[in-house]
């Protein structure tokens, strides 16, 4: 079960639910105020660490087309 973070906008709590996948929204509940204006939070789920940029660009090697 995936963990998501909500951001309280009333109080500005942060705070994480347990929910599923069919969970909704709305279902979130400021744990502080009780506020359901909640937004949801993208977590960092991807693991950003160190700068490895393995990406080169690579010239296809193309026969010359055109000509007139
Ligand atoms: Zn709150």
Redesign the pocket.
């Known amino acids: 079960m995936p963990i998501y973070e909500y951001i309280?906008?009333?109080?500005?709590?942060r705070?994480s639910l347990l929910q599923s996948m069919q969970a909704r929204e709305k279902d979130a509940k400021?744990?502080?105020?009780?506020?359901k204006?909640?937004k949801k939070v993208m977590s960092s789920f991807c693991c950003s660490s160190g700068l490895g940029n393995d990406f080169s660009p690579s010239i296809p090697s193309s026969g010359f087309t055109g000509g007139g």
């Open positions: 309280c906008e009333k109080c500005n709590e705070f400021c744990p502080k105020c009780l506020s204006n909640v």
